[in-house]
């Protein structure tokens, strides 16, 4: 079975720029999360889809951040204008619908922000 | 809002000792609360529970969930070096699939 996959792996840019993320669910997990670690913390949730719907977007910071999932099946993450304290990881997860279950991981995108 | 404390922060062994990682938490609506491993990529799922009592099981880990205490304890056994990493605790609330974090435990076990 296919893991999550994320792109890009690493990512430099200046503060003020824009930059876009990757990611692909396992195939038949109605569920992605997109998540931001900074260095030291936990993941924090940014948004969650089920299929192409927004579950949960109550931590995004809508100024900046906007996440799409087309199709119900890969999605992007957009962050524009990039602030310095948007440097983290950016992980993607997804799981089965339903009652609890464990979320699948990507190996996330590395953000530098200069 | 949903809240999550592990402790300790970090912990230091040596190859063979046990150690125990605590789990507390806040939650509207409890489902379930997970257990995964983050070393240096994506964590990766470790345990799931759901009920008081029950200890899951998997080699030297174990952990067992106590809902009234609101509270989650994972144990590792004869640790090996294989084991350092930072192991993170989730609950799972109001919705199904929405996780909140803990910080994380980072155990380092040495030679």
């Known amino acids: 079975e296919a893991g999550v996959a994320q792109s890009p792996r690493y990512k430099i840019i200046e503060k003020r720029q824009s930059v876009a993320f990757w990611c692909n669910p396992i195939s038949g997990h109605a569920t992605l999360y997109w998540y931001q670690q900074i260095l030291g913390q936990g993941p924090k949730l940014l948004i969650q889809f089920q299929n192409n719907g927004v579950v949960d977007d109550s931590q995004l910071p809508k100024d900046r951040f906007s996440a799409e999932r087309l199709k119900g099946v890969d999605s992007t993450l957009k962050i524009q204008p990039a602030k310095l304290e948007d440097s983290a990881v950016y992980l993607c997860?997804?799981?089965?619908?339903?009652?609890?279950?464990?979320?699948?991981f990507g190996p996330g995108t590395r953000l530098t922000v200069l | 809002e949903d809240k999550v404390v592990q402790s300790p922060l970090s912990l230091v062994v040596h190859e063979g000792d046990t150690v125990t990682l605590n789990c507390s938490y806040e939650v509207t609506n409890f489902r379930s609360l997970l257990w995964y491993k983050q070393e240096k990529k994506a964590p990766t799922f470790l345990f799931m529970l759901?009920?008081?009592?029950i200890e899951k099981k998997s080699g030297r880990l174990s952990s067992i969930l106590d809902k009234k205490e609101l509270f989650s304890i994972l144990n590792i056994t004869a640790t090996q070096t294989g084991d350092s990493a930072v192991y993170l605790c989730a609950v799972s609330g109001k919705w199904a699939g929405k996780s909140t974090f803990g910080d994380g435990t980072t155990l380092t076990v040495k030679p």
């Open positions: 997860a997804s799981s089965w619908v339903g009652e609890a279950h464990e979320q699948f």
């Open positions: 759901t009920s008081s009592g």
